[in-house]
């Protein structure tokens, strides 16, 4: 645990991207009790806000803005991050969302470029300053199997990977999910599980791990475009049925629960790599995609390509 009194710079660090909300808020405050917090998010007033409730508890946060829709923004941020020197322990990437139709500046499709590509593109400046040992995560999400129960049962259909370019141009395996951005959503989550998978054969003086954080109805992501009545009761009478439905859900969680399983994963230090953790912090093994070894080597090959074709 940190000591207030030391010098920050001495400290291991915890990059972590969507600090602003939801699982990624709790996570931050959780590894803010472990060292420094590299708060990695889009919005500058909502990152100082978190970087001064950090320091309230006498813990130390640094803010780095990033957009991870925009590869141009994840470049300077990644620079931005190196020049601060930390000792990086841990690289969480948490940051995600769910929108319909979008197009980033490229105009690839946002929920892809935002959940996977940006992530991808980080993770990569990022990977040859981690020392030796440091732990990187990916939030994955059940919705990636499209024979997991609880996903389909609400619409999903499993991720529907075409090619690294025809996902970036919004394009799904035919016959998928009828929930708006529901297959985007779906297969850049499974692009996040292949990839840490791939990393950790490719990468092996690091630890590469996956989770899926369970279902959490109270964080942002459901949430951005709900009415006002959806909005009451995800803020105000959900948190309260949560906790007395999760012992009979095992799906069903917390954005502090998912914050201590991500952290526990984070600062492990037994050196487990290639490993995709369920809600509970035990190993789950997702799709027959993400198992794939040669399905995995092929995302990453072609997501490559894909962001090699982006002057810098
Ligand atoms: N909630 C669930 O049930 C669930 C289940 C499975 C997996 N997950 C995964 O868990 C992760 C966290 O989600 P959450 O439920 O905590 O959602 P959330 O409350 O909406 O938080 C999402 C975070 O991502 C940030 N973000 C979104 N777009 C961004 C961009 N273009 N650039 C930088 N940051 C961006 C948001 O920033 P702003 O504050 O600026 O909007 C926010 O900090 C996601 O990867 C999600 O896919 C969630």
Redesign the pocket.
């Known amino acids: 645990m940190s000591n207030a009194l030391e010098n920050p710079s001495d400290r291991k660090a915890y990059v972590v991207?969507?600090?602003?909300?939801?699982?990624?808020?709790a996570t931050a405050f959780e590894l803010a009790k472990y060292g420094t917090v590299v708060l990695v998010?889009?919005?500058p007033g909502?990152l100082e806000e978190m970087r001064e409730l950090i320091a309230q508890k006498g813990q130390h946060a640094v803010s780095v803005v990033?957009?991870?829709?925009d590869l141009a923004s994840v470049r300077r941020a990644a620079a931005e991050i190196i020049a601060l020197h930390l000792p990086i322990a841990g690289l969480l990437n948490?940051?995600?969302?769910m929108q319909p139709r979008a197009r980033n500046a490229l105009g690839w499709d946002m929920t892809f470029a935002?959940?996977h590509l940006?992530p991808f593109a980080l993770t990569e400046a990022l990977v040859p300053h981690l020392a030796d040992g440091a732990n990187v995560v990916f939030?994955?999400?059940?919705?990636e199997d499209p024979a997991r129960r609880p996903a389909t049962a609400v619409g999903f259909r499993g991720g529907r990977y075409i090619s690294a370019e025809a996902s970036a141009r919004g394009e799904w395996v035919p016959g998928g999910s009828a929930i708006p951005g529901g297959d985007a959503y779906a297969t850049s989550?499974q692009c996040n599980i292949v990839t840490a998978m791939a990393f950790a054969r490719e990468t092996p003086r690091l630890h590469f791990n996956a989770v899926?954080?369970?279902?959490?109805?109270t964080?942002?992501?459901?949430q951005r475009d709900a009415n006002v009545l959806l909005r009451f009761l995800v803020k105000y009478i959900i948190p309260l049925l949560v906790p007395l439905l999760m012992p009979f859900m095992k799906i069903l969680s917390t954005?502090k629960r998912a914050a201590r399983v991500i952290s526990k994963i984070l600062t492990d230090i037994s050196g487990q790599s290639g490993i995709y953790y369920d809600e509970g912090g035990q190993p789950m093994p997702g799709s027959t995609f993400v198992r794939d070894p040669k399905f995995q080597d092929r995302v990453v090959a072609e997501t490559r390509a894909l962001l090699a074709t982006v002057p810098i």
Do not use: Q
């Not at 990033?66 to 829709?69: F, Q, R």
């Not at 899926?212 to 109805?217: L, Q, R, S, V, Y």
């Open positions: 991207t969507g600090p602003t909300s939801g699982i990624g808020r998010g889009r919005d909502k990033c957009d991870l829709s948490n940051a995600g969302m935002t959940n940006g939030v994955g999400s059940g919705t989550k899926e954080p369970g279902f959490n109805p964080t942002g992501l459901g954005s």
